[in-house]
């Protein structure tokens, strides 16, 4: 027999899944410094994200969350709750989905995505932080420019096409419509698919 | 594990019957190629024949009329493609001629997969919805078929909800307006009876690995009298209409399963339905917040389709999986897709509930005390995935 026990997971992620660390339990009684919500329940994953912050160092003292998703999108926030308490928030601001992937050993590629949920959520978090605190300056606008004038597909939605599993140019049409007009965009998608599988991936 | 594993997953694939794994050892002896004049040839056909002719009576066809096939999935595209061929005169075959498709929105991929392909290759595919059971409403049905409708292909049971569709008016309804119907029945066929002259159906798919026969093997019924163009060619088996040195093991296999299924299914079905009212009531009592899918009553015995709200379905399927519990979920995260179940949406439940789906789908080993522990476990996975759901909140309701 082999082992039926074998996860599509790391020991890590399942470890993390199984025992989930910082689960906000008690919303009405939890007061936060900075709260985030990203992803739709629609779309299978969401998450909530709180933080608590000491002021004077500007470090992140507390982080609780709420996720609604798979296991890779559960273990995800739970390890970033560990990865970011004593962290930096000014550091925490720039995790990536790489980062916490990485901390979990790695996900399956169709899989990547559920841990881009996190980092966003962390810095929705932080941004409301920072609008509380008066230092809306430190808010990154994170602005998106348009590749495919006409189906207005921009570099973030071949981001997200990337993490979602887009390998390919023709892949990338068929997530994101990009160049089924005019054409036009083909060489900067291309350029920019791989910067991201790089990015992401490699 | 203390715990013995528990295989609630029967409409992916069920287990080999013991009698099945029996009759594989013995046919392995017969190696001979069926196509061959010596004996061994001769005996491996003797084999292949019996078969045919105890599959056949199986659905009330006559052996001629079944047409022994790699999968569910090869039959189906074989009737999907060779009746929509576009080719129209340049080949032998008499039936060709780009005739139209009407399908359903809760087909399996291999019928939904095909028709896309079916599309760009210039065929009108066009597809009918159901309503929120899954069921595709006759009257409808009858006002799309055109003159150049030449093929209704209608799923006989719904793999993910366990919806039984009305096959035998559909069929009605589709010849009236002078179209060949074809109907999927592996989810059907072994569960519940079957009869290819009660239903009026052309074309009927089977399939070996769900009804506890071995995998790599089906069968596809084809009416007497209608013209047949083989869609994978090179050889004369199967009197031409599927080529390929027969699967003498897997039909030995599959013949066996029948014979199991004619001994089981009557007092299994009884069984299973009977699980079936536990399971939902149970699960209804211990668990607020939760929907059941499919038809209350016209389903296939075995199978529960129920969404939770607020709790998604991989993360449900693997904490059930570490309790030794096997499940599937309609969730997209399950799939590697990023939409959730096509059936669950067709019928118009929302994303949200779709992506909180599990199926429980029974057979023939299920027993009481699996339903007991499924009862016992499943509100403590649920909570817990509750508790930490960003999409649930207690007591709203």
Same mark, same amino acid.
């Given at each position: ?39 739709? *329940? ?5 998450? *909530? ?25 559960? /273990? ?24 916490? /992937? ?43 420019? *348009?590749?495919? @004038? ?10 997200? /096409? ?8 023709? /892949?990338? @049409? ?29 | ?8 997953? %029967? ?11 029996? &009759? ?39 052996? =001629?009329?079944?047409?022994?096939? #790699? ?41 939904? +997969? ?35 409708? $030449? ?7 719904? %793999? ?10 559909? &069929? ?17 066929? #072994? ?27 089906? &069968? ?25 040195? +027969? %699967? ?20 299994? +079905? +009884? ?9 939902? =009531? #149970? ?40 309790? #030794? ?10 799939? $590697? ?18 992506? $909180? ?41």
């Amino acid at each position: 027999m082999t082992d039926s026990r074998e996860w599509v997971y790391t020991e890590k992620v399942k470890d993390h899944f199984m025992n989930p660390r910082n689960i906000l339990m008690d919303e009405k009684g939890y007061e936060a410094d900075g709260k985030g919500i990203v992803g739709n *329940i629609k779309c299978g994953d969401q998450m *909530i994200a709180y933080i608590k912050v000491d002021r004077e160092k500007g470090v992140i003292t507390d982080f609780k969350w709420k996720t609604y998703g798979c296991a890779s999108a559960i /273990a995800s926030t739970s390890i970033l709750s560990e990865m970011v308490i004593g962290m930096k928030v000014d550091d925490a601001y720039h995790l990536s989905p790489k980062d916490i /992937a990485g901390e979990l050993g790695g996900l399956p590629e169709h899989k990547v995505h559920c841990s881009v949920l996190g980092d966003k959520a962390l810095r929705a978090a932080i941004n409301d932080y920072y609008s509380r605190n008066g230092m809306e300056d430190k808010i990154t606008r994170e602005e998106a420019r *348009i590749v495919c @004038q006409c189906m207005n597909v921009t570099d973030r939605d071949i981001e997200d /096409a990337v993490l979602d599993g887009a390998r390919t140019y023709y /892949a990338l @049409q068929e997530h994101t419509k990009l160049g089924t007009v005019c054409g036009q965009c083909r060489e900067e998608a291309e350029k920019l698919l791989e910067e991201y599988k790089t990015k992401h991936f490699s | 594990m203390s715990n013995r594993r528990i295989y609630l997953d %029967n409409n992916a694939t069920t287990p080999l019957h013991p009698e099945v794994k029996t &009759a594989l050892k013995e046919g392995m002896d017969a190696y001979g190629n069926p196509s061959s004049m010596h004996s061994f040839g001769r005996e491996a056909r003797t084999l292949v024949e019996k078969a045919r002719e105890n599959v056949a009576s199986f659905i009330g066809a006559s052996a =001629e009329e079944l047409v022994f096939v #790699g999968s569910g999935s090869e039959a189906n595209n074989t009737v999907l493609s060779i009746f929509t061929c576009t080719l129209e005169k340049k080949c032998t075959c008499d039936r060709c001629g780009g005739s139209g498709v009407i399908t359903t929105t809760i087909e399996h991929p291999c019928v939904l +997969e095909t028709s896309k392909c079916l599309i760009d290759k210039g065929v009108n595919v066009r597809y009918i919805g159901v309503d929120r059971y899954g069921k595709v409403d006759p009257e409808k049905l009858a006002e799309m078929i055109d003159g150049e409708t $030449g093929l209704v292909s209608i799923m006989m049971a719904n %793999n993910e909800i366990g919806t039984i569709l009305d096959i035998k008016e559909l &069929a009605g309804v589709v010849h009236e307006k002078g179209a060949l119907f074809h109907t999927d029945a592996v989810q059907a066929v #072994g569960k519940v009876p079957v009869d290819v002259n009660e239903l009026g159906v052309d074309f009927l798919t089977i399939s070996a690995h769900k009804m506890y026969g071995p995998k790599g093997v089906g &069968a596809l019924y084809i009416r007497k009298g209608i013209p047949f163009c083989p869609l994978i060619r090179g050889g004369h088996q199967e009197k031409g209409r599927r080529a390929g040195t +027969e %699967n003498t093991l897997g039909i030995i296999g599959l013949s066996k399963a029948v014979d199991m299924r004619r001994k089981e299914m009557k007092d299994e +079905e +009884e069984r299973l339905l009977g699980f079936k009212t536990r399971l939902k =009531e #149970g699960l209804e009592a211990a668990v607020p917040d939760i929907s059941f899918n499919g038809h209350p009553e016209d389903s296939l015995p075995g199978t529960v389709n129920v969404s939770f709200e607020g709790a998604e379905g991989e993360a449900i399927l693997l904490y059930l999986d570490m309790e #030794g519990i096997a499940v599937s979920t309609g969730s997209a995260c399950a799939s $590697g897709s990023l939409d959730p179940s096509h059936v669950l949406l067709a019928t118009g439940l929302s994303a949200e509930y779709a992506h $909180g789906s599990v199926r429980i789908s029974m057979g023939r080993e299920t027993t009481g005390k699996d339903i007991d522990r499924v009862l016992a476990v499943f509100p403590e996975v649920i909570n817990r995935i509750r508790n930490m759901s960003s999409a649930y909140k207690k007591g709203e309701k």
